[in-house]
DNA sequence: GTCTATATTTAGATAGAC
DNA sequence: GTCTATCTAAATATAGAC
């Protein structure tokens, strides 16, 4: 694993959590996967908290990062399926470990406050980015079709992993294809 | 809380797991709210493994009967529609704790190997309930609008219970019954 | 800045009296 | 069947040498 120790300790976090979830993870976990004594942790990070909200931030940045990808897109509808094509594209990682923010934010709504304040804040990434594509469109129910997308996602994401079974979220993404084809300029 | 100590310790750790979620529940916790002395918890349950496994089991009853009190309406397309209105008339409790099975399965997914199989089995009762109504209205497809539906509310609970907006749900329970609405008969 | 050794805490699990 | 007391293992966190 390359860069830096602190860049090493959270992508080594990220991937861990991902994988193994929050709680059951522990920092000789991530220590081991960044190859840095676990002693060590502690100079980066004061406590196992710190290292979460570092991961919730290192979230943020890819996601953000991934959707500006998707702006060289003509126009809003290319934009939206482009953004399903990526998400059916990686159903073989939906199903062995679901949706990275998603299981995040389903694990970390059950824990102390300002976790679930960062978590909702990377939930609504990709939702205010929807919604402005569909705003795009003409759509005065913006802001509805963007949940119904975002939930439809994550909704299938769950289930791609219940059932580790990568066919159901690319067949999601054919249905929304057409969903999003069948949308009218204006509402 | 009611019944033999037994179904106190199942109904409270379904509870406990529900709110706090598994891995963060200890046996204390569960053995303070059903009012049974920490030690007694392994005369009923061997390991904690064995109490998760109780849990499922009864959640799969309780969805088994929710599910069979649905099937008194007349046609498939109001069974499915008191379907959305069960799980839309719930946002409060999808806004603080998410949907009980939902984030039960996004937890256990990421455990051993029975716990996933268990989880599964607790995902397609209401998947293959639902693939009967669209069945039963000639849909060819029933099967992708089976997992869409449950998708649908999985996922909206998750950006439901993130944002700690119940009215997210309650908007796309109406949505969804206007999609019911529009189906054709055969597809 | 880095790392080893260890302290502290807490959870799951057990032994054994009643 | 019931309950108290306790064991053991593991995880977070710290102290302090280098």
Chains 1, 2 share one sequence.
Not at 62 to 76: C, I, K
Request: glycine share 10%; proline share 3%; net charge negative.
């Amino acid at each position: 694993m390359a860069g830096g120790k602190r860049e090493r300790l959270v992508e080594g976090a990220r991937l861990a959590f991902h994988e193994n979830g929050v709680e059951a993870t522990t920092l000789a976990d991530v220590a081991a996967i960044a190859e840095v004594p676990v002693g060590n942790v502690y100079y980066y990070f004061k406590t196992k908290h710190a290292l979460v909200e570092a991961v919730i931030a290192d979230h943020a940045r890819l996601v953000s990062e991934a959707l500006d990808g998707l702006d060289g897109q003509r126009g809003p509808r290319e934009r939206l399926k482009a953004f399903v094509a990526a998400f059916a594209g990686n159903g073989a990682m939906a199903a062995r470990f679901g949706c990275p923010q998603g299981t995040l934010c389903s694990e970390l709504d059950k824990q102390s406050g300002d976790l679930r304040v960062a978590c909702s804040e990377l939930m609504r990434l990709p939702i205010d980015w929807a919604r402005r594509q569909f705003e795009a469109l003409g759509r005065t129910d913006a802001d509805e079709l963007a949940h119904a997308l975002i939930a439809a996602y994550q909704g299938m994401s769950l289930l791609t992993n219940t059932f580790g079974d990568p066919a159901l979220i690319q067949r999601e993404g054919k249905r929304l294809d057409r969903w999003i084809d069948s949308l009218a300029e204006t509402s």
